[in-house]
């Protein structure tokens, strides 16, 4: 059976270039999420991202979250438009967010807590200006668990708390970019 080792031997060859024409023919569809260019002729997702127009986000004045909700918004604005200027607004997006603390482990000889859970919550809609009907609704959420390191250190609890809620908006901003999008590439 000498004759059937060179055959043998070009198998995994001619599967390697089967392998390297067909990623050759699906290289050309591939379209970056965040590009410049659109292949199908709509607008590309950086440019209609840029379109949105982030409303200020309610939230009772010199609270803990209206300094949030302003760094929610801070982070989004940045995110969508990329540190350039805003393109004329088609969309206008409302946020409403709602947050909650919750004590995970307690001390049982003091009472106090170790470790706390900060909830962050959002509800969003994106709206189109000329027709002022809605096109998007939904919500997020961030959990972000922060501990307390005894009670020798006063202040920690209130630093662990606000790195949290920097952290918790940081995820709510990600969230509602992702889910915008994804809402201008598949339109759902």
């Known amino acids: 059976m000498w004759w059937l080792e060179p055959r043998a031997l070009l198998r995994p060859a001619w599967r390697l270039a089967g ?10 569809c ?6 410049n260019m659109s292949l199908t002729g709509t607008p590309a997702v950086a440019t209609a991202m840029a379109s949105v127009d982030v409303n200020q986000i309610a939230a009772p004045n010199g609270t803990p979250l209206s300094r949030i909700a302003v760094g929610v918004r801070n982070k989004l604005l940045f995110h969508l438009t990329g540190g350039s200027a805003a393109a004329p607004p088609a969309y206008r997006l409302n946020i409403t967010l709602t947050s909650s603390t919750q004590s995970m482990i307690v001390d049982i000889n003091s009472g106090r807590p170790d470790t706390e859970d900060y909830a962050l919550n959002a509800t969003y809609t994106l709206q189109d200006i000329k027709t002022g009907k809605p096109v998007l609704n939904s919500q997020t959420f961030a959990r972000v668990t922060y501990d307390i390191p005894g009670q ?3 202040f920690a609890r209130d630093r662990g708390l606000r790195d949290a809620e920097d952290r918790a908006s940081q995820l709510i901003a990600d969230n509602i970019r992702s889910r915008l999008a994804s809402f201008f590439v598949a339109g759902t």
């Open 19 to 28: 392998v390297c024409a067909a990623g050759a023919m699906v290289a050309g």
């Open 30 to 35: 591939f379209q970056p999420l965040y590009g």
């Open 152 to 154: 020798a250190q006063r």
